[in-house]
């Protein structure tokens, strides 16, 4: 049976948006773009788990995805040409909010050889592993060409080419590269695998290794395509513009890396009643109705405990609070519904008031993590 909890949704300001990229490697930033009214997305199923073929199996995972055609349809706009001008690219880019997965930036023809414009879907694999995965209408040959130029070593696996950073790269031309490439082009569209970080200083033979590593998974060993709790929670999803996706240690775990103060404040931050801890959690952005929405999917191991915690959640989300914009939940979401269906557990709010004037709140949503609400517990009445 499904448990339902749910609220009449009030009305959101349409905003436009402009996020502040950086391209420190290809030049300085530029005014937004004006998008034209939101339109739901015409693409029939999500690209993440084509990209999940290329992620190694693990039995943890802390992933950001996002889908650059999809936030493009939402917000009118269509991407520019290869031949426009880096104005004109990040217009585009600033008015879609990209930048969801870091350690890309702005890939542009000058440095990388393919192009932002030509991405469809990029994927970001933090733990265990250090992964970027990209897929879209890439020129590959323009890329292959440009790490030869660098210096970077050559070789094949699995018929597979795979480019490794040496020493004896030009340190201004490649610092903003990852140590390690693959270059896959089994099927349409073409995949970019990309390891570690030259201006991180990763260890190179592993960022190697883990290329490998994804080929193989691409070509048949097991990877995260084959989880079937993970897939089940991306087909919940549709087709998000972007998301995020966190199977590890729970957040009443990871609250116990940060100092005293801090922490108190998080549990200050919590709300009410006591969730159970639950396997995964996954946050995607949506649009509805031209209203920018986000989804919160918490995994439990059967639909009782799913369904004890469907109030918790409803009632954190109006009684807890934005450590980043010190502000009630209430204030900043307006809940559509909170229910239980299976053993998945399902919040889904849509932005109002100062999350949806703030650039880029879905981002910093993520990487500030202001869910945590959404931390296994009790902590106050």
């Not at 600033?94 to 879907?121: C, E, H, N």
């Not at 549709?238 to 890396?257: F, N, V, W």
């Not at 404040?265 to 801890?277: N, Y």
Request: charged share 25%; glycine share 8%; aromatic share 8%.
């Amino acid at each position: 049976m499904v448990v339902e909890w749910q609220m009449t949704a009030g009305r959101i300001r349409n905003a436009i948006v402009c996020l502040a990229v950086s391209v420190a490697a290809f030049g300085s930033g530029a005014a937004c773009a004006t998008p034209g009214a939101p339109a739901e997305p015409s693409i029939e199923t999500s690209r993440l788990v084509d990209l999940l073929r290329a992620v190694p199996w693990q039995d943890e995972w802390d992933i950001v995805f996002e889908d650059l055609d999809v936030l493009s349809e939402w917000e009118g706009v269509v991407a520019p040409a290869r031949e426009a001008s880096l104005e004109e690219k990040v217009q585009w880019y600033s008015a879609i909010q990209g930048g969801l997965v870091v350690g890309l930036s702005m890939p542009l023809p000058d440095v990388w050889g393919f192009d932002t414009v030509d991405v469809d879907a990029q994927l970001t694999l933090w733990n265990p592993l250090d992964l970027k995965v990209v897929s879209g209408d890439l020129d590959t040959a323009a890329l292959a060409a440009k790490l030869r130029g660098y210096g970077y070593e050559e070789a094949m696996h699995k018929e597979v080419p795979v480019f490794t950073w040496t020493p004896d790269a030009p340190e201004e031309s490649v610092r903003f590269l990852p140590k390690a490439f693959g270059i896959i082009e089994d099927d349409s569209p073409a995949l970019v695998v990309m390891a570690g970080s030259v201006l991180g200083g990763s260890d190179v033979a592993e960022d190697s290794a883990t290329i490998e590593a994804a080929i193989d998974a691409y070509r048949g060993a097991r990877s995260l395509a084959d989880n079937e709790e993970l897939v089940g929670v991306v087909e919940k999803l549709g087709r998000p513009g972007a998301a995020y996706l966190y199977r590890g240690a729970g957040l009443d775990r990871l609250i116990q890396e940060w100092g005293e103060d801090v922490r108190e404040s998080i549990l200050e931050s919590v709300g009410p009643g006591h969730l159970d801890v639950y396997s995964m959690l996954a946050v995607a952005r949506g649009l509805d109705s031209g209203r920018e929405t986000i989804e919160f999917v918490l995994v439990y191991e059967d639909r009782e405990t799913a369904g004890r915690n469907v109030a918790v959640v409803a009632d954190r989300l109006e009684e807890g609070r934005s450590l980043t914009l010190d502000r009630p939940l209430g204030e900043l979401f307006t809940v559509r519904e909170v229910r239980a269906e299976g053993e998945y557990l399902r919040a889904r709010v849509e932005l109002i008031g100062e999350a949806a004037e703030r650039e880029r709140f879905f981002v910093d949503l993520v990487y500030q993590r202001e869910y945590w609400f959404l931390t296994p517990g009790k902590y106050r009445d």
